[in-house]
């Protein structure tokens, strides 16, 4: 009789044994499954943010050429003017619409890059999902913006100088004429002002500069965006 029982119980234990091991080994494959599709999740999430990174990477060098072709013709009507100031007549420029914008426009030829996406993502927190160097790389060119930022306010300073002494000194010569798309009859009026010929020419040399230092951030851009193609 005590064998049947210790039989019995041996049957028991071995069916509970298997029980428990099925049990044991579908909640540790409903873990791995769970693990594999998080993990894919991840990787398509972060696979998204890449893509984010990329179009925006895409448009703002199509936006930074562009600009560079705006200032490259800046630069040249400042040089003309320049060049020609003894000389200079108003009544020559073929447009002059757009050679005061040129030259006077300085907040309307400012390079505003949007990095929009950038920083939803900064913001969200999703621009941990990238690899560090992508993130020190955008680091990188916010910090040329700051030096950007830098030689655009002094640009605006001098600008607002020169129409600050235009102003002042000939006052008298707002019966006929106004601001700003007068601005080259009012230069033909003061050229025998050092004063007014040594800002222009030195907002000539910012102009310069600015087209340089966006030189600089088009090759930054175009930095990111090989990087960018290569992580996906």
Do not use: C
């Not at 693990?35 to 936006?63: R, S």
């Not at 100031?85 to 002059?96: A, G, H, L, Q």
């Amino acid at each position: 009789m005590g064998g049947w029982v210790d039989l019995d119980m041996r049957n028991i234990l071995a069916k509970g044994g298997v029980e428990f091991l099925a049990v044991f080994l579908g909640i540790a494959l409903s873990l791995w499954v769970d693990d594999v599709n998080k993990e894919k999740e991840l990787e398509k999430q972060k696979l998204e943010v890449y893509n984010l990174l990329k179009k925006q990477t895409d448009e703002l060098l199509l936006y930074t050429k562009s600009k560079l072709i705006e200032y490259e013709r800046q630069a040249d009507t400042f040089k003309n003017l320049i060049d020609n100031w003894e000389s200079f007549n108003p009544d020559t420029v073929k447009d002059k619409k757009e050679f005061v914008s040129d030259i006077f426009f300085v907040l309307g030829n400012a390079y505003y890059p949007d990095f929009t996406t950038y920083e939803t993502l900064m913001n969200s927190g999703e621009i941990n999902l990238v690899d560090f160097n992508t993130i020190k790389m955008f680091g990188r060119l916010y910090k040329l913006m700051d030096d950007y930022k830098a030689t655009h306010n002094k640009e605006i300073s001098w600008r607002d100088f020169i129409e600050d002494r235009l102003l002042s000194n000939y006052s008298k010569h707002f019966k006929n004429y106004g601001m700003p798309w007068d601005i080259l009859e009012f230069f033909q009026i003061a050229k025998n002002d050092d004063t007014i010929y040594a800002y222009l020419k030195s907002l000539y040399a910012i102009k310069k500069n600015t087209r340089s230092r966006v030189l600089v951030i088009e090759q930054s851009l175009t930095d990111i965006r090989d990087h960018l193609s290569n992580m996906h």
